[in-house]
């Protein structure tokens, strides 16, 4: 049996947000058995002064999308772990090279065994654009 559910991207409440600075690990499990992960959105960069950028310093609101890395790598699995440095996102380097950056994600665990996600959004990054993620169920 095939399940589809088409979503609002961010934030939708059942969506995890998280924000995880230079040098940390990105380390995201699914708690119920049965469940994988879906990564929604995945940006590098300095995206806003908070927990992770505590100055300004002229760069604030630069960031790169690595969605692809991590949909790549983290995307239907329960577990996914990396290391949050350029390496892991290909050395891009969308601000200031003298400063550090961030990773900032959206995911959700849905039940299933194997996801699919279809990006119906448009290049506008528009508010009501959706994500449509068919999971095949166990």
Known sequence: MTLASTLPLPPDPSTTTGEYCHHARFDVLCHRPGEVLVILRAVYGRMKVGGCVRTNFGYVGCYVDVLDVLHGRCTGRRRCALDVVEPTFGNRRPCNVELNNYLEVDYICLPGSAVSVVDDS???????????????AL
């Not at 508010?127 to 993620?133: E, G, K, Q």
């Open 122 to 136: 448009d290049d506008n990054n528009d508010a009501n654009s959706t994500i449509t993620v068919i999971a095949e």
